[in-house]
Structures are given as structure tokens and as C-alpha cells.
């Protein structure tokens, strides 16, 4: 495991969550616990929660009870700009960047609120040498600053992933976590994909949702497997492979 | 103005040239608005140019909404007829009162009434965007127009309230009984709105702004709070829509329930979106277009009105970017230097295409004159509405006309296309 461990505890701690829409209940107690600095990838067949999971503990959406904990925080029930400042970023699965604004635009607005820069209306945008910086950095960190001037929409699929990861990692999150990151790439850019991921959360805390297997046990420190909304095994990428009910359950339904 | 709010982020002060352009193109407005009432200095054009100055304060706030923030609003009048009584308001008690305000200080106050009024009323308009947003922008636009009417002591009921310019205390000695020097006070505000309006744009603020208007979910992912950004770009339209109420308060000396009912909220929403949203510069381009053709359309046919419904119904359709976008989409290929592949088969498209469009003309003429006969002169050439022969010229034309323009707009797809193509391969995106 990388990263030292703070004496605040774990980096996320979600506790007896449930999620009910109606009389369904998508999340049954879920516990889950992801340690400072730890790269814990959720697993689990489709339909099984892992973007609700990922919703319930960024702010998306709230959970019906139980609670979510940041770094020793409570921080369930808070809305998701709420939990954003206190360092968690999330990505989406479907792409969500800023269409109609430049690459360079989509990673500057990204940065303006850590950088303390919030909602002013008296300083101008381009003549903050910290967030110049940053956004330089950032694009450069993932390979996009050729593109720069180009409106994020007309990307390519890869470049959008690419800007997708960039904009979560903008704001300096100490927790980040990633909704399949390289679903719909190809084998090339997956690798490409994953080494930007490893570099970039580099002392960070990493939560990903991901569907790769070679990419799940690659990277991962710890992986935690859901299936129907509940978490039945949570361990290092060599216990679960060895986990029989996850075999029962995820890995031999998706041999066949 | 060439920098457009959404995309370029190209920093104007990179380059010494582009800083060069950039404050030529601000410095070559200025000074047209200082040249312009020299060359025409008839009083029609000088009130003319004075509405075309109210029109763009007001439009550019309205953009702050719809093209920077992504909000549509049915009743930004409001904030306009606010800023116009409180500015007619501020002119009767200096005078009462003495106080030592000159006149080019009352939009300031104009500016105020919207602004207050976009505070108290924002927080809960803009909690939500979209269609929650014009429902509600409708609702209390026409709550204000109808409470202009039963709170007389405010708003003065069916006559509004009027004022006198000339009896506020003088500045330099200029007292603004002409026009003249009315249009002047108006060019200082359209200036100082303008510098103002776009410097927001180029804030922390204007840009969230923007990516609110893209993806306000994202928005909250990076820090923010949607509503907050949009609370604020809203009191900042309301203050500018104010500043334009007040300046037409001084303009015509008078605020009545016009300024801020359904009709006025409309026009700036034509306006502004026939210029265009995207850039910064549309909605200057839309609220001359739009407010010249009303000044001149409505003294040549009554159905002036109709003719803006079918620009407004052709832009939507054909062009949603408005004129700013039909301009840039040309830049491109300027830069890249194909445009001059494309401009012949504009000129082989304008002959079938103003045919078509005089044979519009002529129908909707006819058919408006029908009754009362009265001669139609379209271009010098005299038509009776009840000959018919104007009805076959107005069929021909309609028909023939249109057929030829398809075939000639079809040209110009694909010359553009070529144009396009070679462009992009050049690496010139926007």
C-alpha cells in the first residue's frame, strides 16, 4: 500500500447505507472502508450499484439512511460542492466536461475554486499566475495541451476520458474517485489510460468503479465486490481472487 | 469584441498584435459612437441612434442570462421598467430636493432599481434552470407589469411618471435639452455598460458562468454551487437591464408600464438572440438590426410585425447562432485563406434569393393591402394589391425564386464543405 496512513482513519467510510427509491431498495447496508492513500477498486456485476454507490458517497444523491464519512467527517446529507471542498472529487462514466468551452477553459474552471478564486467578479480570470500554472500542469500532465484551444466537445472519445480524469484531479482532491475510466477505449489507450491514472493519484486516495479486470488487478491495492447492492467481499487483489462466493458470484458468472 | 465567450481562451495581451486589434476594435466603436452624429445629425437619425444605444445596454444584460449563463428569461423588462421608474423617480427628488446629482449619474440609480429588484427576487428564480427558470421569469414579469397599473403612487398608473431632464443640476455646462446631448450621455453609458459587461465575462465568475451554462451538474463537482452562479449572473443582468431603464427614462422623460411588460421582454429576447448568444459582440449587432428595422419597417407596412416573426422564425431555424455566429463561422476559413472559394457561389445565390425573398414580400403585402388597396412600391416599382397581376409576379417570384435559391444554397453547402474541409486539414478549428 502506498501512502502513509493519517491518524484521522480511513479516507472514506460509508456505514449501514441504504438507498430506497420507492419501495426498491438499490443499496442494502452497505459498509465499506477505504483507507488514506489506499487504491480500492469496486467490482461487481451490472446493475449491481457501483455508480449508486459512487453517487451516494459524492453527494449526487442522498442516502436513505446510514452515513458517509470523510476523512472522519460526516459528510452524507451535504450537497456535492459541499463535499467537493472538503477534497473528494469524483469522475462520471458518461462523459461530463464542459462542452461548449475550450479544453484549456474546461481545466481552468476546474482549479478556480481551491485556488481560492470562487465566485469573483473583480479579478481577471487571465492574469492569475497560480491558476495558469496549475491549468498548464495539468493539461500537460494529461497530454492535452496541443489541444488546448479545442471546444471539449469536439475531442475525441479518448481525449474527452483523458479530460474527464484531468478535471477531477484539478482541484487538488485528496480522494478521487473515477466511474470506469476506460470503459469504451481501446487495449492502446487503456495502458495509457491506467499509467495517467497511477501517476496522477500518486499519495492520493483512489476509489474506482471498472469493469477491466487487468485493470482492476493492476492497479489496485484493495478491491471490494458488490453485488445487489451490498458488499459480500472486501480484500487485497489476492483474497478476492481466491474468495469463493465471489467466484460464486461475479467472477464465474462472467467466465462463461 | 472578437473574442468569443465560450470558446477562445486565447489571452488577448499573448501577442502584441492580438492586444492590438483587441483595443483597436474597442477604441474604432468609441470612436464611431463620438464621429457618428457628426456625419448624421438629423434629429431622426440622433434619436435613432439613441434607442440603438439603450437597445445594446439592454440586450448585453440579457446575454449575461441566455448566453453566458444559459438562462432564459421571459421578463427581463422587468428589471429594465424598475431601472426606468427609479431613475424617474431619483430625477423628480433631485430636483425637489436640490440635491447636487447631475444628470449623467441618474442611470447609476436605474441600475440600482434592477439590481435590488433581481436580489430580492433572484435567490428563488434561479434555485432551479431551464424551463422551472422561464416559467417563473414569465410569471413574474407579467406580476410586475399588472402591479404597475394598481400601485399608482409607484408607477403612476396608465400615464407613468414623468420627469424633466433640463431641471437637474447642470455638469459642464450641459443642461440636456437637445438630443444631441442626450445621445452623448447615452454613448458614455453604452461604453461604460460594455467595458463593464465584457470584463465580467473574463472573470472567475463569467467563466463558471459558462460552464454552468454547459453543465451545471459538473459544476458542482469542482466546487461550486449552481444556484449561487447563477444568483449573481442574474443580479448583474438586472443591474445592467436596469442601467438601460434608466437611460430611456432620461431619453424619453417618462416611465410607463410599456417598459416592463411582455412586449419590451420580447424584444430583447429577439434582439439578442438574432445577434446571437455565443459571442459577445452578437447581441450588439442584433439589438442595431432589430432596432433599426422597427424604427424603419414600421413606417412602411403595418406588417412590420410579421417580417420580425419570419427573420426571428428564419434564424432560429436556419442559423441559431444569429449573426454573430453566420459571421464567425467564416473565420475559419479567413485564416485559413479559402474563403474566396466560397464568395462566388454566394454572389451566383443572391439574385434567386432576393427574388424569393421580394416575392415574400409581395405576397404579404398584397394580402395585408388587400382591403384597402392602397399601392405597394417594393423597390420603386409601383403594385396594386387587387391586380392580378401582382398576385401572378408575387406567385412567380415565390415559387421560381425559391426553386432557384435551393439549388443555388445547395452550392453553397458544398462549396463550403471544400472550404471547410481544406480549413480543418490546415488545422484552423474556429
Known amino acids: 500500500m502506498s501512502g502513509a496512513v493519517s491518524d484521522k482513519g480511513a479516507a472514506i467510510e460509508v456505514r449501514a447505507v441504504e438507498k430506497r427509491f420507492g419501495n ?57 460542492f459541499e463535499i467537493n471542498r472538503r477534497g473528494l472529487s469524483r469522475s462520471f462514466q458518461v462523459t461530463n466536461v464542459f462542452a461548449r468551452m475550450t479544453v484549456w477553459e474546461n481545466v481552468r474552471c476546474a482549479v478556480l475554486w481551491a485556488t481560492g478564486h470562487r465566485y469573483a467578479f473583480w479579478k481577471n480570470v487571465d492574469s492569475l499566475p497560480e491558476v495558469r500554472e496549475r491549468t498548464a500542469q495539468i493539461l500537460d500532465d494529461i497530454h492535452l495541451t496541443h489541444r488546448r484551444d479545442v471546444p471539449a466537445g469536439l475531442l475525441t472519445y479518448a481525449e474527452q476520458r483523458e479530460l474527464e480524469i484531468g478535471i477531477t484531479i484539478a482541484g487538488g482532491a485528496t480522494v478521487v474517485m473515477l466511474d470506469e475510466p476506460t470503459a469504451g477505449m481501446s487495449h492502446a489507450e ?10 496522477l493519484t500518486e499519495g492520493k486516495t483512489l476509489v474506482i468503479v471498472e469493469h477491466d479486470m487487468s485493470v482492476v488487478f493492476g492497479l489496485a491495492d484493495r478491491i471490494s465486490v458488490l453485488v445487489y447492492g451490498h458488499i459480500i467481499a472486501s480484500g487485497t487483489p489476492e483474497e478476492i481472487r481466491r474468495d469463493p462466493k465471489v467466484k460464486e458470484a461475479y467472477l464465474g458468472e462472467e467466465a462463461h | 469584441m472578437t473574442t468569443a465567450t465560450t470558446s477562445t481562451s486565447k489571452v488577448a495581451a499573448d501577442t502584441s498584435g492580438g492586444s492590438l486589434r483587441f483595443y483597436g476594435v474597442w477604441l474604432l466603436g468609441i470612436a464611431a459612437l463620438i464621429v457618428l452624429p457628426m456625419i448624421f445629425s438629423s434629429g431622426g437619425s440622433l434619436t435613432s441612434f439613441s434607442l440603438i444605444g439603450i437597445a445594446i445596454v439592454f440586450a448585453l444584460s440579457y446575454n449575461i442570462l441566455l448566453g453566458q449563463t444559459g438562462l432564459l428569461s421571459f421578463g427581463h423588462a422587468v428589471h429594465y421598467g424598475l431601472g426606468g421608474f427609479a431613475a424617474c423617480h431619483m430625477m423628480n427628488a433631485v430636483v425637489s430636493h436640490g440635491w447636487p446629482i447631475p444628470l449623467p449619474f441618474i442611470p447609476l440609480f436605474g441600475g440600482l432599481g434592477g439590481l435590488i429588484f433581481a436580489v430580492i427576487i433572484g435567490w428563488v428564480m434561479t434555485k432551479r434552470a431551464g424551463t422551472v427558470f422561464a416559467m417563473i421569469s414569465l410569471g413574474i414579469g407579467e406580476l410586475v407589469a399588472s402591479s404597475s397599473l394598481i400601485l399608482r403612487s409607484v408607477f403612476g398608473g396608465e400615464s407613468g411618471i414623468t420627469t424633466d431632464r433640463t431641471a437637474l443640476p447642470k455638469m459642464l455646462g450641459w443642461s440636456f435639452g437637445s438630443q444631441l446631448q442626450v445621445y452623448y450621455l447615452i ?73 416592463l411588460g411582455a412586449i419590451q421582454s420580447g424584444f430583447v429576447l429577439f434582439s439578442t438572440f438574432i445577434g446571437g448568444t455565443a459571442y459577445f459582440f452578437g447581441p450588439i449587432l442584433g439589438a442595431i438590426m432589430v432596432t433599426y428595422l422597427q424604427l424603419g419597417l414600421a413606417n412602411l407596412t403595418s406588417a412590420w410585425q410579421l417580417y420580425f416573426g419570419i427573420i426571428f422564425i428564419g434564424i432560429v431555424m436556419f442559423s441559431p447562432g444569429g449573426i454573430a455566429g453566420l459571421l464567425m463561422m467564416h473565420r475559419p476559413l479567413v485564416r485559413a485563406g479559402t474563403l474566396w472559394t466560397v464568395i462566388p457561389s454566394y454572389l451566383v445565390a443572391v439574385v434567386p434569393t432576393l427574388a424569393f425573398a421580394c416575392g415574400v414580400i409581395l405576397t404579404i403585402e398584397t394580402v395585408a393591402r388587400y382591403s384597402t388597396g392602397e399601392a405597394i412600391n417594393l423597390f420603386g416599382i409601383g403594385f396594386k394589391p387587387t391586380s392580378p397581376i401582382t398576385w401572378i409576379a408575387a406567385a412567380v417570384l415565390v415559387v421560381g425564386g425559391a426553386f432557384i435559391a435551393r439549388l443555388s444554397w445547395r452550392q453553397i453547402a458544398e462549396a463550403w464543405d471544400r472550404a471547410a474541409t481544406i480549413a480543418r486539414d490546415r488545422g484552423y478549428v474556429a
Request: net charge positive.
Open chain 1, 24 to 80: 426498491v431498495g438499490i443499496i442494502r447496508d452497505l459498509n465499506l472502508s477505504v483507507a488514506q492513500g489506499e487504491r480500492h477498486a469496486i467490482i461487481g456485476p451490472n446493475g449491481a450499484g457501483k455508480s449508486t454507490t459512487f453517487n451516494l458517497i459524492s453527494g449526487h444523491i442522498k442516502p436513505t439512511s446510514g452515513e458517509v464519512r470523510l476523512n472522519g467527517d460526516v459528510i452524507s446529507g451535504l450537497r456535492p
Open chain 1, 190 to 199: 487503456t495502458d495509457r489510460a491506467v499509467s495517467l491514472i497511477r501517476r
Open chain 2, 187 to 259: 454613448a458614455f453609458w453604452l461604453v461604460l455598460s460594455t467595458i463593464a459587461m465584457y470584463a465580467l465575462t473574463r472573470t472567475p465568475l463569467g467563466r463558471i458562468s459558462n460552464a454552468v451554462r454547459d453543465n451545471p451538474e459538473r459544476v458542482q463537482f469542482i466546487g461550486y454551487d449552481p444556484h449561487v452562479v447563477r444568483y449573481l449572473a442574474f443580479c448583474f443582468a438586472g443591474f445592467f437591464a436596469g442601467v438601460a431603464g434608466g437611460l430611456a427614462a432620461i431619453n424619453f422623460e417618462i416611465a410607463n408600464s410599456a417598459y
